[in-house]
């Protein structure tokens, strides 16, 4: 399963960019420890805390903004 670029149930973004920095987004809310402590979870887990992230994109020309995201985030 995956974390889309989804603002409450509606997919948002046409650009790539955009797109990626709501799924961040998206993924820190989900990890994080106000959410999680809703289940009983007393732990939360940072972006740092992330070991393997996949993307996946259609557009050849999207590569490269990907590649520098990534090679920020390492």
Excluded: M
């Amino acid at each position: 399963s995956g974390t889309a670029s989804v603002v409450g149930e509606r997919s948002v973004h046409s650009d790539i960019e955009a797109q990626v920095y709501q799924a961040i987004t998206n993924l820190r809310v989900l990890a994080a420890h106000p959410n999680l402590s809703r289940y009983g979870i007393s732990y939360g887990f940072a972006w740092e805390d992330i070991i393997q992230l996949r993307i996946y994109y259609k557009q050849a020309a999207d590569l490269p903004f990907l590649q520098t995201l990534l090679q920020r985030a390492t």
